[in-house]
């Protein structure tokens, strides 16, 4: 099976690199699956679990948001926040869900009367409660 070129970047630090056999993405406008020979694409990510499958398993990581770059040959992820799935612990996963409800304040304290930004806002929430869900951890 062929392979593509795999790397995830956080602010914080290089991820992961390697040949992977697939990428599964959860993309802003839906989850996908990244395989060598995919037409090229970028999209926004939304929170949830990156899986890339390789020759020694599959990896999990939890991203907040970011970008992703499909190539033919790779895929490039630079993500807002990143952490292996094992990293996750219930007090970060409130901490993401806090500075998201604080996003959303302030976008209603600044935007009043436009809904787009407070709808991205609580978008952003409902996609950390689903996220959580996804890998047994519950919101406050």
């Known amino acids: ?9 956080s602010p914080e630090r290089l991820l992961a690199s390697v040949e992977a056999s697939e990428v599964q ?3 802003a406008d839906g989850d996908m699956t990244a395989m060598e020979g995919h037409a090229p694409t970028i999209t926004t990510l939304r ?3 990156l899986r890339v499958v ?4 599959t990896d999990e990581y939890v ?3 970011g970008f992703a770059e499909i190539t033919a040959k790779g895929v490039s992820v630079l993500a807002e926040q990143a952490l292996p799935r094992g990293e996750m612990t219930q007090e970060i996963f409130n901490a993401m869900i806090a500075d998201a409800k604080a ?5 209603e304290e600044v935007f009043k009367n436009e809904p ?3 709808d ?5 929430i409902s996609d950390m409660v689903a996220m959580g869900g996804d890998i047994g951890l519950t919101s406050n």
Do not use: T, W, Y
């Not at 390789?54 to 398993?57: D, K, P, R, V």
């Not at 996003?103 to 976008?107: D, F, G, I, P, R």
């Open 1 to 9: 099976m062929a392979n593509v070129q795999f790397d995830l970047v």
């Open 54 to 57: 390789h020759s020694g398993g």
């Open 120 to 124: 991205d806002a609580a978008k952003l």
């Open 47 to 49: 929170p949830g679990v």
């Open 25 to 27: 993405i959860p993309g």
């Open 116 to 118: 787009g930004p407070v």
């Open 103 to 107: 996003a959303m304040k302030s976008a």
């Open 63 to 65: 991203v907040s948001g």
